[in-house]
């Protein structure tokens, strides 16, 4: 089952005290997302979630977890990638068993400038090894974090090979003009590819172009609002939303993005152990702290 389309976050991920994921509160909070929080779907275990940073036990078991708890398949893209092919397709089979067919995959990040060859093998491996005609990747385009870049000629490459498997992909470049080839190469919503900008700044623009929505760090707190923006009328009212979506979307961005949003639900959980971070991530400083705190209340204070 495809995911559902809309508003995603990159959720956060809690850690107990030796550095663990502290499961049932990441459960949890992925509830949360879906309720209250907003949210159409969450994708646990990306860059926002600190996946990179996460034991391979850990993520290994996080998809049973959330069966358990009874998630909805279309609810979730758990993000699977890593460096080592067999870990990506290890991940991604866990995530496959336990239900949850729609997975995340940035490139292989540790050999900078592999060929487009090199990365179509890497996703063959993966998609060939797991076998299924259910399973729905969603490509991960992050060139900032993993320094590997995925080109629109490799994108459509993949889709001719593999047809609905290759279902996605998120787009965090931060360019828009990025976000936009890959809708023209892929022809978006319409050719059933969803495309992800990843700042809920772009929503809109993206939506006019094709795009499924956005998968945001910052909608862990934004994506109420968000909503409004989505599913307000072309006019005065959804410019006034969109607005407000920018203004919190930078915001946000004057901050370590994960550390802000877990402090974040540090204060909104009234439980400080989310404030922790997986080496060599760090938690906020006092000052930043204290400049968080005004800001949201500034935009949310009356909520």
Known sequence: MKARR????AAVTPFDADGRVAVPKLVAYCRHLLGEGGCDAVAPTGTTG?????AMADRLALPGAFADAGIAPDRVIFGTGAPAAGDSLALTRASCDAGFTNVLVLP???YKSPSDDGLFAYYAHLIDGIGRDDLRVYLYHFPQMSAVPLTVSLVRRLIDAYGPIVA???DSSGDFAQSAAFLKATGGVSSDFDVYPSSEAMLWDGLDLGSAGVISGSTNISAPVVQIARQAAAGPDRDAAMARVGAIRAMAGKYPLMAAMKQAEAWRSGDDSWA???PPLVPLTPDQKTALRADLDTHFGQE
């Open 276 to 278: 922790r971070m997986a």
């Open 168 to 170: 996605g992909l998120k």
């Open 6 to 9: 809309g508003i995603h976050a």
């Open 108 to 110: 292989p990040y540790y």
């Open 50 to 54: 600190e996946g990179t940073s996460v």
